[in-house]
T-cell receptor, first 110, second 116 residues
Framework: DAKTTQPTSMDCAEGRAANLPCNHSTISGNEYVYWYRQIHSQGPQYIIHGLKNNETNEMASLIITEDRKSSTLILPHATLRDTAVYYCIVRANRDDKIIFGKGTRLHILP | SAVISQKPSRDICQRGTSLTIQCQVDSQVTMMFWYRQQPGQSLTLIATANQGSEATYESGFVIDKFPISRPNLTFSTLTVSNMSPEDSSIYLC?????????????FGQGTRLTVV
């Protein structure tokens, strides 16, 4: 079973920051938080991952709480192309299989 | 990252028949996985395709229904056997991430299967 809990859906206005929360209260000390997204009719795409420090790349930022029980994916300037289902995943390392939860369906509104 | 070619991209099949889906990667990879995505649902892991040995199936999936081959480090097939309309789904091939190569897992575009 997935070890994360995410809201079913969210809306965000185009050009604003989209903040997607994820709860992972049972995360183990050696487990990373990964985010993937699936744009309609495509395979999932890797976005970002982190262990305990905040991370940023060209796609997004990942904020992990100090107790590591929750995190937030931030898309700083959402565009219509960011409309997708976003999956928060917990796993020990990148070699592990990925078990998907239900994800958050993000709608970017024009 | 490597490129995944999955064939066919879509198919419409008669119930009771079987379909074999191919997944070709343009470089050698250690781990390959097969997923199913039923309409409006999340991805469900079917099995890990092990090179040179039998696949490792997740709970609820069996080899007789979803036989998998992995003859080398760049290729795998998934067969959906004795199909019924409930097998109508998108089937996705995935290449696992590798710590040694600092690569993340990535996915093919999927095979959209409709069983009539």
């Amino acid at each position: 079973d997935a070890k994360t809990t995410q809201p079913t859906s969210m809306d965000c206005a185009e050009g604003r920051a989209a903040n997607l929360p994820c709860n992972h209260s049972t995360i183990s000390g050696n487990e990373y938080v990964y985010w993937y997204r699936q744009i309609h009719s495509q395979g999932p795409q890797y976005i970002i991952h982190g262990l305990k420090n905040n991370e940023t790349n060209e796609m997004a930022s990942l904020i992990i709480t100090e107790d590591r029980k929750s995190s937030t994916l931030i898309l700083p300037h959402a565009t219509l192309r960011d409309t997708a289902v976003y999956y928060c995943i917990v796993r020990a390392n990148r070699d592990d299989k990925i078990i998907f939860g239900k994800g958050t369906r993000l709608h970017i509104l024009p | 990252s490597a490129v995944i070619s999955q064939k066919p991209s879509r198919d419409i099949c008669q119930r009771g028949t079987s379909l074999t889906i191919q997944c070709q990667v343009d470089s050698q990879v250690t781990m390959m996985f097969w997923y199913r995505q039923q309409p409006g649902q999340s991805l469900t892991l079917i099995a890990t395709a092990n090179q040179g040995s039998e696949a490792t199936y997740e709970s609820g999936f069996v080899i007789d229904k979803f036989p998998i081959s992995r003859p080398n480090l760049t290729f795998s097939t998934l067969t959906v056997s004795n199909m019924s309309p409930e097998d109508s789904s998108i089937y996705l091939c995935s290449v696992g991430g590798e710590t040694g190569r600092n690569t993340e897992a990535f996915f093919g575009q999927g095979t959209r299967l409709t069983v009539v």
